[in-house]
């Protein structure tokens, strides 16, 4: 069983609809969390990066994190074109040497 | 602010070869990580260099190997190159604290044949 599990989509949606995307892990030591997302080709870029359960609101992205069912959910509100990409979640421990642990990435993409 | 920078952006070489990428970190960050992505997959954590010194492996042989530099640049070699070593390299900086966020470069796709 891998540490971080995320459905690998594909997910396609029309612009403007309200993404919905999520990873399980099993390991109860993670601490951090976060989202990237990367473009075809590209390095991944962090979206959003959160410590604890609870919400994180940036514009139109929102991070959760539910630690007592060891879920997290990334929400796009009003998506767009141009956020077609994969998304990664991460997650690392803290400590000395903070690994990401990646999950294995959800490819979006937002029909115009 | 300068982000992370990583050259060369593509190179192919052939299997048994030895290959070396460079990565510059971002500006005030004293922490490289390397991380291997394969296509489909997510990245996957090789080893980290804080103060020119390894600080964490992943599970990956001897063969791969780093550097870190007094500017905290860093290099990632590996040696006797194999097919499944054809990948998207991932280079990633912070400042060294347990919890701080990662920043990554474009990365460098090698291709072995």
């Known amino acids: 069983q891998k540490e971080v599990e995320q459905d690998p989509g594909p997910l396609s949606v029309p612009e403007g609809a309200i993404v919905s995307l999520n990873c399980t892990y099993s390991n109860s030591a993670f601490q951090y969390f976060m989202w990237y997302r990367q473009y075809s080709r590209k390095g991944p870029e962090l979206l959003m990066y959160t410590y604890s359960s609870g919400n994180k609101e940036d514009g139109r992205f929102t991070a959760q994190v539910d630690k007592s069912s060891k879920y997290i959910s990334l929400f796009i509100r009003d998506s767009q074109p141009s956020d077609s990409a994969t998304y990664l979640c991460?997650?690392?421990?803290?400590?000395?040497?903070?690994?990401?642990?990646f999950g294995t990435g959800t490819l979006l993409a937002v029909q115009p | 602010e300068t982000g992370v920078t990583q050259s060369p952006t593509h190179l192919i070489k052939t299997r048994g070869q030895q290959v070396t990428l460079r990565c510059s970190s971002q500006?005030?960050?004293?922490?490289v990580s390397w991380y291997q992505q394969a296509l489909g997959q997510g990245p996957q954590f090789i080893f980290q260099?804080?103060?020119?010194?390894?600080?964490g492996r992943g599970n990956f042989p001897p063969r791969f190997s780093g550097l870190q530099f007094p500017n905290y640049s860093s290099e990632l070699n590996v040696n006797a190159l194999e097919l499944d070593d054809s990948a998207l390299y991932l280079c990633?900086?912070?400042?060294?604290?347990?919890?701080?966020?990662?920043?990554f470069g474009p990365g460098t796709r090698l291709t072995v044949t």
């Open positions: 990633a900086s912070n400042t060294r604290t347990g919890s701080d966020e990662q920043y």
């Open positions: 500006s005030g960050h004293n922490t």
């Open positions: 991460a997650m690392n421990y803290g400590g000395a040497t903070n690994k990401l642990i």
């Open positions: 260099y804080y103060r020119e010194e390894e600080n």
